[in-house]
C-alpha cells in the first residue's frame, strides 16, 4: 500500500464541500434571499428552541404556543385585550351566567373538513381525561364536573360540554366565570380534529399530519431548525390575513438572536419570538428601537412560612420593605419593569395604583419591623440571622439575588446566603418546602387578578409553596367566585390583596414587562398584556 | 488480528453494561423530575405520566426493563418532546452532527498537519514560531469565543456567511472552522514534537544524505512514522466530533445530537439521555478499537495483542 498522497490541506477543502452538500439534503428548500424589500408577504421570525410539545391540550410552554396559537382559533381570540368572536360567530348566555351556548361559524380545518362542535367538544375532554396527561388541565375546571372527571371522581359524560349540533355548543360551568371568553381564546380551549387526533395520537409531531383551523397552516417543520407557516387560503377571514408566509427559525442563543435582527435575518424579537438578552437591552434603548409593553405577570419571592425564621410575619415584612425595587428596575433588570408593591399587574382592570401597600425601600420601617422579629425570635441581634436566598441558574435570576443580598446586608445587617440550583431541582427543593426565600415568576394566562390570587387560597395548592394560608383570604376568593355583580367582585379581591399583603408570605418584586424590537417594515406587531402575539392582525409594507 | 478483535468486541460489551448500569443509577440519584414545571401538575396526572414512563416501578425493575430496552435499542418516547422517539430524535439529528463533524474533523487534520510539518521543517525559525502561535491560539481560544468572533465579523460586519441556520453548503462552514481549530492546534503540536523526533532519526538523515529535496522526504519517508500519535488522537477526536459540539449548535442555531446529550440531562428527559448515552458510548468504543486496528495497518512494527505471532 502507498500512502505517499498525503496532499490532505487540498483534500481537505473539496472534501469538505461535498460532504456538506450531502448534509444538508435534509432541511428545508434553500430560501436565501434578501431580507430587505421583497414583494412576497413574507414574515421572519425566530423561537428559542424546538417546541416540545406542539398540541392545544398538552402545550405548557410558551414557544409552544407561540406557534398554536397562530395555527389554531379557538370560540374567541384577544384583541387589544379584549375577547371577540372567532370560531364562534355568536353565543348567548344564560340568566345565571352558568350555561354559555356558542354557535360556529362556518369554516374549514386544514385539511377540507368542517369545524364541528364535535371538534371542540371532543378536544376539551380529550384534555380533561387523565389519562392523556394534559399538564394544565385546570385552566379548564370553570366547566361543572372538569375538575372531578380530571381527578377520575367524575366520568366524561357529566362534564358540562355538549354538541347539541354540527354548530352548537353548549358548555355549563361551575359558577359565574366573568373572564370566560377570554379562557375560551386560550390554547387549551381550541378545538383538535376529531378524525385526525383518533387515527393518529401523534398527529402533533410533523408538519404533513398536522390539522388546524386558524389562520395559518404548518407547512413544513425541520425538527429543531426551522418550521413554515403558511396562509390558509381557506380560513373563513382568509381576506384579513396579510402575511402569506411565515418562517420560525429555532436559535438558542440569545447573542446569535441579536446578530440575526441586526443583521436583518429576522424581523422581530421578543417574547413569544425569541428573547431579548439583557446585555443589549442599554444599546437597544440608545438607539431608541426598544418596544416595551405591560406584561400581565409579577417576579415575587415566596417566603417558606413554615421554616422556623421565616415564619415570622415582622421578618417578612422587613425583608420585603427593605428592597430597593426602583433601584433594581433601573440598574439590573433595565427592561422598564413597574416595581410591584402589591400582587396583581396594573394591566388587570381596577388593580396597581401607584399607592401600593407600602413604601418602596422603606429601611426605617423595615427596621422596625426586623426589631420586632427579632425579639420574637429571641436573636439579639440581625447579626446572629442567617437566611438563604433560593433560585435556578440563570444570569438574571442571579443579579437580581445579588443586588437584594447586598440591600439586606447593608441595610438590615443579616448574614444571606445564595443558593442557586438547576431549573428541575430547584423545582424539586421549592415544592419539598425545602427553601427560606425562593423567587419564582407568575403570568397569567387569563388577565384577570383571580389568576394571581387564587393560588394562595390554600395551603394544599401546589402553586402556593409557600405553606401560607389565611381562613379570610380563602373565604373571600371563594366569595369571589360566585360574584356575578363585577364591581362586588373585584372590592372582594382587592380585599384579599389587602390581606396577603399585610400577612406577605411573598414579596413582590416587580411587574413584568414585554421587551421587544421591530424591523420597520413590519406593523401592528404588539405582544398583548399576556405576552402572545395573534399575527392575523399584522401586516408588512 | 481474529481473535484479538473478538477480544475488543467482548470488552466492549462489557464497558457498554457498566456504562448503562452507571448511568442508570446516576439517573436515580439526580434530584428533579422531568415533569416538573413552573405550573404546578396534578398529582393525578404526574401518575399518569409516571406510570406511562414506567417511573412508578421500583428500581430493580426499572433496571431491568431499561437493560432490555438497550438491547433491542429501543428507547421510547421522549419525555419532553411528546410523542416523539428518541430514535427518531437521534436518526434526525445524528447525520447533521456526522457532516458538520466530518467536515470540522478533514479540516482540523489538513490543517494541524500542515502547520507541524512547516513548524518541524523550519524548525527555530519565523515559520515555524508563527505556526506555534496560531497552534496555541486553537488551543486556547475557547471554541465558543471563536464562534462568537467568527459570527460577528464574517457573518455581520462583512456579510460573507449566514449568522445560523442549517439550510445549505454556507451554513455549514462557520461552525465546521470553530469546532476545527482546537483540534488542528493539537494535531498541529503532535506532528511537530514527532516530526522533529523523525527529522533526527537515521533513516532521514540517510535520504537526506541521497540528496532528496525537503518536501520528497517528507512525504516519503518520515510523514508516515510522524503521523503515528495523530492517528491515536484521531478515534476520541472523531467520537467527540460526529456527536457534536453543544456550544456550536448553540451558538450556530445548528439541528445536531451535541444538544440533545446537554439538554436532555437538564431536563431530566431519562429516556433521551439513556438513548444518546448508549449512543455515544458505542461510537467511542468503536472509534477507539478502529484506531488500534489503524495502528497494525500505519507501522507494521506494531503487533495487535492476540494476534499470531
Redesign the interface.
Known sequence: ?K??K?V??????S???F??????D???K???KNASGDAAKELNLLITS?P??L?PQ?A?DSTSGAIIGNAFEGLTTMVNGEPILAAAEDYKVSDDLLTYTFTLRDAEWSNGDKVTAEDFAFAWLWGLN??N??????ILYAIKGAEKY???QGTAEEVGIKAIDEKTLEVTLEAPTPYFLELTAFRTFFPIHKATAEAN??W??EADSYVSNGPYNLASW?????MVLEKRDTYWDAENVDIEKVNV?????E??QM??F??N?VDFLGAPFGTISLDSIDRLKSEDKLNVSDLSGIYWYKFNTEDDVMQNENIRKALSLSIDREGLVKNITKGEQEPALGIVPNSVAGFGDDEGYFQDANYEEAKKYLDAGLKELGLASAADLEIKVSYNTSEAHAAIAQFIQQGWTKNLGIKIKLDNA????Y???I?GGDYQVGR???SADYNDAYSFLEMYSSAE???NQTGWSNAEYTKLLKESTTETDSAKRLEKLLEAEAIIMEDMPVAPIYFQTNLNVVSDKVENMVPDAKGTINLKYVDVK | MLKFIIKRLLYIVLAMYLIITATFFLMQLAPGSPFASERDLPPAIEEQLNAKYGLDNPWYIQYKDYLVDTMTFDFGESMKYTGRSTNDLITESFPVSLALGLQAMILAIGIGILLGVVSALYHNKFPDYAATIIAILGISVPSFILAGLLQYYLSYKMGLFPVSGWKGFSYTILPAFAIAITHAGFIAKLTRSSMLEQNNSDYVKLARAKGLGKWTVVFKHSLRNALLPVVTYLGPLFAGVITGSFVIEQIFAVPGLGRHFVTSITNRDYTVIMGTTVFYSLILLFAVLIVDILYSVIDPRIKLKGAKK
Open positions: 500500500m500512502y505517499n498525503v490532505l490541506p487540498a483534500m481537505a477543502l472534501l469538505s464541500a460532504l456538506a452538500a450531502c448534509g444538508s435534509d432541511t428545508t434553500d430560501t436565501d424546538e416540545p410539545k398540541h398538552l405548557t387523565p389519562e396527561a394534559s399538564e394544565y388541565p385546570s380530571n381527578n377520575g395520537p401523534n402533533f409531531t425541520a425538527h429543531s431548525s426551522e427559525a429555532m436559535v438558542e442563543s447573542t446569535t446578530t440575526m441586526d443583521n435575518e438547576e431549573w428541575q431541582v423545582l424539586d427543593k415544592n419564582m415568576g407568575w395548592n401546589g402553586n
